[in-house]
């Protein structure tokens, strides 16, 4: 009766609040449709090009089965980093090249295919959901904050904070769930000659012919695609009916109240509710506020870390097919937020950003994605950039798999050696 009696009441609830949201849409008509139209904008110039070929190749490397070959070699390197298959270097991968919400697709579909357990996919989630080194270096560093340094800055904060969370996580769940280690079909000694017949064996289990994989590939991605977009558009109108009805200023009075006792500028309350809506607009108004530098790129540095409940929602809907929680995926959001700002502040103590700018900029082309032409920037440019980044931490991260993989089996032998 009280679940029932609490279903109504968060029925009613939602029910008001589409009628009161619907309502100012009448009252500020030109406003939420030139808000639709600038999120809608955003979609069509920056996240379409950048996640529609990832979508479309992660999904023929799922059906030609190369992922879960490529998941054994990366097994030495995952599991006793961050208690999950191989497979998930994969997602961590396509999640840092593409950015948001990739590695939830990735994650959702291995649950799917039954290539991770619930918890598994739930620690995935933890860490590997990352936004993509062009977007800090281009829009965020480049473009609002007018400072290539500060990219080197935001990016390292991130991903340490990222890897931080995804040591935190290894240890989630391990009483609820066991997780099975390395697919126990194929016997050779070789990791390499298992990676090879474990694709064979799952491209067999697939049986689409390359044309159907292709037609379906580009079919679920496109789908996926439109779903994001809506978000996005809906997501931009509501912060700004938010915006014009003044409910933002009411909401953000106790934020305004921590920031006094804290001493952080007035000014940062607004883009602070802003990023917790929506990434794009929390960061640029809180590049655009006439606030202290590293107050500014420590709320960035924490706003891109939470990512904002636009890019939550697409989580969650990507996940309705699948079991995996969201509460998990909420507190490594939150963790890594905190993380973030809290190393953020560090590293900027420490001067860091001018340090590693240098060797950013040698392989992103920040240049190239300055306040005027990122939105405008070529697809395939932005295509190229982000595959070329895929194929590198890829790569990396196999050698590094190896490389462990070969360390433990040398030990296995001197061990055997000694006795």
Known sequence: MTQSRNSRWSTAGLGLMVVVFTLALVVFPKQGFEAGISGLRVFWDIVFPSLLPFFILSELMLGLGIVRGVGILLEPLMRPLFSVPGIGAFALSMGLAAGYPMDAVITARFRENGLCTRIEGERLLAFTNTADPLFMFGAVAVGMLKSPELGALLALAHYISAFLVGIAFKFWGRNQESTPKEPRSISAPNIFVRAYFEMLKAREEDARPFGKLLGNAVTESIQ??????????????????????GLMAVFGWPVGVVYHLFGVHQGLVNPTLAGFLEIDIGSAQTAAMAAPLLQKVALISGIIAWSGLAVHAQVASVLTQTDIRMTPYFLARFLHAVLAAGITVILFGLGVGKAVSHTFASVIPVNAFSQANYPASHWWQMMENSLSLWLSVIGILVVLSILFYLVRRIRIIVFRATL
Do not use: N, Y
Request: charge should be negative; aromatic fraction near 14%; charged fraction near 5%.
């Open 224 to 245: 996926t695609l439109l779903m994001i977009c809506g978000f996005i558009v809906f997501f931009a109108v509501l912060i700004e009916i938010l915006h014009l009805s």
